[in-house]
Structure formats: C-alpha cells, structure tokens
C-alpha cells in the first residue's frame, strides 16, 4: 500500500548526507535495476510548530548537503505487511532544492537534480 501525503505546510531540511543503502543480509551496496544507487536521505520535517525526522530512499545521488531545504516529489509512506509484522519506509520520486523556504524548486535547479552528478 502507498499513502501519499499532503505537503501543504510543510518544510523538508536535510538532516544528514545521503548515504548509499546496504542490503540487510549481505551489507552490499544498492544499486537500482539501471545501476544507479539507491540511496537514504534524513530529513526533518517540520509544519511551523513541530518537527519529525524521516528517513527518504530515492535512486540515485541527490547530491544535497546538510542545511539545504528541499522539495520532495511524490512523497509516499510505504506499508506491507512481512511474515506478520507491518514495515514502513518512506520514498520519494526526487528531492530537488527548494528555490524559497518551502517552495519547489526553479526549473534549472529540477534539471541538475534529475540529471544526477556529473552529468
């Protein structure tokens, strides 16, 4: 099942660097089907009174450092159900700089950030 959520409100400040996900049982690197790396971004969500870190998998390095605001795109809380016990992981589709505190990014900055690093 995939909950989207409603971002009205909201602000995302990258908590930590992104890190390279590791597979539970091996410790190997991630890796998406195209070979790019699925990585984990934290990021401190916060409505203007209260805030939450969340951790957000997405493919590819977003190359974002800590401090920066972000816009994460589809934004969805994951939740299936494995030998009993319900996981839940957060995804999104991309998380581009926020031009303005809250606010998506420019048009330049989304196509550096779909582009990827050194490309």
Avoid: C, Y
């Amino acid at each position: 099942m995939e909950l989207r959520v409603d971002m009205i409100g909201l602000r995302f400040l990258v908590a930590e660097q992104p890190k390279q996900r590791k597979d539970f049982d091996s410790g190997n690197l991630r890796t998406s089907e195209d070979g790019r790396p699925l990585m984990q971004v934290q990021l401190l969500v916060m409505d203007g009174e209260r805030a939450a870190p969340i951790k957000v998998g997405v493919v590819g390095d977003p190359g974002l450092g800590q401090g920066v605001f972000v816009h994460p795109v589809n934004l969805v809380l994951n939740v299936m159900d494995r030998k009993g016990d319900t996981i839940m992981w957060w995804t999104a589709d991309g998380l581009p700089v926020a031009s303005a505190v809250g606010a998506p990014a420019l048009d330049g900055a989304k196509s550096a950030q779909q582009k990827g690093p050194g490309k």
